[in-house]
């Protein structure tokens, strides 16, 4: 048995088979060929031979030309490798005769070199080895399709081990085929570990050299309460684990007590709580765990989740189906944040140094505007069938916001010329989430109806944290006091001038920071669907009275340390379930439960 240590992302615990997902490992489909398709086969076959041979050649002239003679050797021994009759003759033979496709036959090819080479005991033809790998590598990655989606890639529910998981990858998982999910990068707030979350698929993050730690088909344990993962577990462990994961499953289904009841504290102030969604089919499950609508809806992963860019109509009826679900509740969409780790095929995006400070949301979206009106419209016009309010993700300063809301302008002049039916009065925010906007929120806060911190952002970026760092995941922490001094400078601004503020970051899903961001003044809290249960439990199990003092005592301690144990200290002790459950008691007759 091997136990890794890593990151918790998704509570729960999953126990299955392993699958290992390497994205870059060539995809070889196995295909059987008519005779008509023998000679197109063929030559795609030699087509692909040709130009890997060209690509080398170029590859040789450039590292001569810079490293020196020495170093170009090595592409000579795979040119050679690449004209060598051993490979090409047999591929063509199970072309012609076996009748299968180039790929299978050309990797059922070097399979056959590969095992002659393991044979022989020889340093020299060790070496060889790595060369033939290379060029194989090479040949099949332009012949294959390099389709790294896990669903389509996964043969039967397992759990996935793997270095990274895009957000565009992770949003194509399906809770039934994912059982766990492991990667040896990324950070708890992550976007790949907000989608394990949303989909209630228990994961741990930046687990170090977890890929090499397993075999395919090998048992493992994800322990996403603990962020433990054990490859093959002995007996022992795995009968512990089984038991620990029913009561885990009981301990979430008594927490749904609190789906139908307020979130409301003990001395009876209710406070706005919504689920955050990813994929519209999330709604139904924000609903059935109390969200009261959807404070965010992360509207790239239309994008991401697909192969293509919805049209004006498409993402009108997806928004517009949602807000008939959510109302009376209300729908909040946050425009595109594509970029930084979210690159689409549809955006253009080139590779960055520095996605997160790049060419990512607003940015983006103001750079393309025909896009964006399209958005704009769209979100419009569900606007007219329930309570939908827009938001603009990444806003850096004022310039930026006035630019956002004249494209919307221009959408709403659009509609209005064609006629189409929308809300007039349909509320536009903005989400708090870089510091210079935190910094200059009063200004803000004139030129919008309310405003969404998005602490997940705000952090790394306050802090100098990549969010998605497995390395420096140590110091990315919303308990700093100048992340909360921040938030709290937010939060007063907005209210001057009479906005309500609300936290969409994961900060929103933690018990205790809950309590005091409410301390502090925040006016509702969006977070993912399963952790609304827990989060109404820990707003019911304090008055605001005790909120605010708690706030209070730690604005004014100095580390993340000294807060974090005060936090702890304190709210454990008001947040015992008791007090919640006893409320729950006491509830009126009528309520649901
Ligand atoms: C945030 O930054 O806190 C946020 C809610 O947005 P995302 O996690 O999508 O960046
Ligand atoms: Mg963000």
């Known amino acids: 048995m091997k136990v890794l240590k890593g990151i918790q992302a998704s509570n729960g615990i999953a126990i299955g088979p392993v699958y290992l997902h390497d994205p870059e490992e060539p995809w070889v489909d196995y295909r059987r060929i008519g005779e008509d398709e023998v000679d197109g086969e063929v030559r795609r076959f030699l087509d692909t031979l040709a130009s890997v041979a060209e690509d080398l050649k170029a590859t040789r002239v450039r590292v001569e030309e810079n490293l020196g003679p020495d170093h170009a050797q090595i592409f000579d021994a795979h040119l050679m490798i690449l004209g060598d009759a051993a490979l090409r003759e047999p591929t063509l033979a199970s072309i012609r005769k076996d009748r299968v496709n180039v790929e299978y036959a050309f990797w059922l090819t070097l399979q056959k070199v590969r095992r002659q080479f393991d044979a022989i005991q020889d340093d020299y033809f060790r070496a060889r080895r790595a060369d033939i790998l290379d060029v194989e590598r090479r040949v099949l990655s332009r012949l294959c399709r390099r389709d790294d989606s896990l669903p389509e890639r996964m043969t039967a529910p397992a759990i996935v081990i793997a270095h990274e998981l895009t957000p565009s990858n992770a949003a194509r998982m399906k809770r039934d085929s994912v059982l766990g999910m492991v990667t040896e990068a990324g950070a708890a707030t992550s976007h790949a570990s907000i989608i394990a979350r949303g989909l209630e698929i228990p994961a741990v993050v930046g687990v170090d050299a977890a890929l090499a730690s397993a075999e395919p088909g090998d048992t493992a344990i994800v322990d996403g309460n603990r962020g433990l993962v054990c490859i093959r577990p002995d007996p022992d462990t795995l009968s512990r684990y089984r038991a620990e994961a029913r009561r885990f499953t009981e301990l979430q289904k008594g927490l749904l007590r609190f789906t139908d009841v307020p979130a409301e504290t003990l001395d009876g ?325």
């Open 269 to 593: 102030v209710r406070v706005c709580l919504q689920g955050n969604i990813e994929l519209p089919e999330e709604g139904r499950s924000a609903l059935a765990y109390g969200a009261e609508g959807i404070g965010l809806f992360r509207t790239e992963y239309l994008y991401l989740a697909g192969s293509s860019l919805p049209g004006e109509d498409e993402q009108a009826a997806a928004y517009t189906r949602l807000a008939e679900q959510m109302a009376p509740h209300p729908l909040v969409v946050r425009t595109l944040d594509l970029g930084g780790d979210k690159l689409a095929h549809a955006s253009h995006a080139t590779e960055e140094t520095n996605p997160f400070l790049g060419w990512r949301a607003i940015r983006h979206s103001l750079a393309n505007r025909d896009l964006f009106r399209i958005q704009l419209r769209a979100i419009l016009r569900s606007s007219a069938s329930g309570n939908v309010k827009l938001m603009f993700p990444m806003i850096s300063g004022v310039e930026e916001l006035l630019e956002a809301k004249s494209v919307l302008s221009e959408a709403r002049a659009e509609l209005k010329r064609s006629g189409v039916p929308f809300d007039e009065d349909c509320d536009v925010g903005a989400v708090i989430e870089v510091p210079s906007a935190a910094v200059v929120a009063d200004q803000l806060a004139r030129e919008v109806n309310f405003f969404s911190i998005g602490t997940n952002d705000l952090v790394q970026y306050t802090l100098a944290v990549d969010r998605g760092n497995e390395r420096v995941a140590y110091l990315y922490d919303p308990y700093h006091p100048a992340v909360l001094r921040l938030i709290k400078s937010v939060v007063d601004a907005g209210h001057r001038h009479d906005i309500p503020v609300t936290v969409c970051g994961e900060m929103a899903a933690d018990p205790h920071s809950c309590v005091l961001l409410m301390g502090m003044g925040v006016d509702g809290f969006s977070a993912g669907p399963r952790m609304v249960p827990e989060i109404k439990q820990a707003i019911r199990s304090v008055t605001m009275e005790e909120a605010r003092a708690v706030a209070e005592e730690a604005l004014a301690l100095p580390t993340r340390g000294a807060i974090r144990d005060y936090l702890h200290g304190a709210l454990t002790r008001m947040q015992a379930p008791s007090r919640a459950l006893d409320e729950l008691e006491e509830e009126p007759a009528g309520v649901e439960r």
